[in-house]
């Protein structure tokens, strides 16, 4: 019989990381963070996404490792988890309980609603610029989301500084297009 010392208390002792992992995930984490803030809107959703995540760059370190571009496989893997939170979230939405069966639930003010009012048609045209032109919609979001200088965006997808450059602005062309936004004749950063 073991005493109460040796039982288990429910909780978990932190796990030990590879040292280069803990410095690449803790150098790049804001970056993360924002690019997921930015597409779920939520905080506590981007660092949910953001976790789960880490939890696959983790588990696929040594990949990531071996990967000729290391930043844009972990973009990839959180661009997928993001995608993963929309379609978990759209899952778990037909099992829940209405706000107006529970008399205790926050239903939103009219505020929260006009906070959000200017993002729909951004968010609009940027899931419809990245089925016409991933690569620049990407570009776009990596400059104006994580606000990346050219290099790193050019470092994160496999492109030239130039490239990276020429995408953002032909993306922020087609936003402009896309939004119904006067064309500014000018050109990018």
Same mark, same amino acid.
């Given at each position: 019989?073991?005493?109460?010392? $040796?039982?288990?208390?429910?909780?978990i002792?932190?796990?030990?990381? %590879?040292? #280069?992992?803990?410095?690449?995930?803790?150098?790049?984490?804001?970056?993360?963070? =924002?690019?997921?803030?930015?597409?779920?809107?939520?905080?506590?959703?981007? #660092? $949910?996404?953001?976790? @789960?995540?880490?939890?696959?760059?983790?588990?696929?370190? %040594? !990949?990531?490792?071996?990967?000729?571009? %290391?930043?844009?496989l972990?973009? =990839?893997?959180?661009?997928?988890?993001?995608?993963?939170?929309?379609?978990?979230?759209? =899952?778990?939405? $037909?099992?829940?309980?209405?706000?107006?069966?529970l008399?205790?639930?926050?239903?939103?003010?009219?505020d929260?609603?006009?906070?959000?009012?200017?993002? #729909?048609?951004?968010? !609009?045209?940027?899931?419809?610029?990245?089925?016409?032109a991933?690569?620049?919609?990407?570009?776009? !979001?990596?400059?104006?989301?994580? $606000?990346?200088?050219?290099?790193?965006?050019?470092?994160?997808?496999?492109?030239?500084?130039?490239?990276?450059?020429?995408?953002?602005?032909?993306?922020?062309?087609?936003?402009?297009?896309?939004?119904?936004? %006067?064309?500014?004749? @000018?050109?990018d950063?």
């Amino acid at each position: 019989m073991t005493n109460a010392d $040796e039982q288990d208390s429910g909780l978990i002792e932190p796990a030990d990381l %590879p040292t #280069d992992f803990e410095v690449f995930f803790a150098r790049h984490k804001s970056e993360f963070l =924002r690019i997921a803030g930015a597409r779920l809107r939520d905080p506590h959703d981007a #660092d $949910e996404a953001l976790m @789960e995540a880490a939890m696959v760059m983790y588990r696929k370190w %040594p !990949r990531i490792l071996a990967h000729a571009n %290391p930043i844009a496989l972990a973009h =990839r893997i959180l661009d997928s988890a993001i995608i993963d939170f929309y379609r978990r979230r759209a =899952r778990t939405t $037909e099992r829940e309980i209405t706000h107006g069966e529970l008399a205790y639930a926050d239903v939103p003010t009219a505020d929260d609603l006009l906070l959000l009012r200017g993002h #729909d048609r951004l968010d !609009r045209a940027l899931a419809d610029l990245d089925q016409r032109a991933p690569l620049q919609a990407g570009c776009v !979001r990596l400059r104006y989301l994580a $606000e990346l200088d050219f290099a790193q965006i050019a470092t994160r997808l496999g492109i030239t500084p130039g490239a990276a450059r020429t995408n953002v602005h032909l993306g922020l062309k087609k936003l402009h297009h896309l939004m119904g936004l %006067p064309d500014t004749g @000018e050109g990018d950063t």
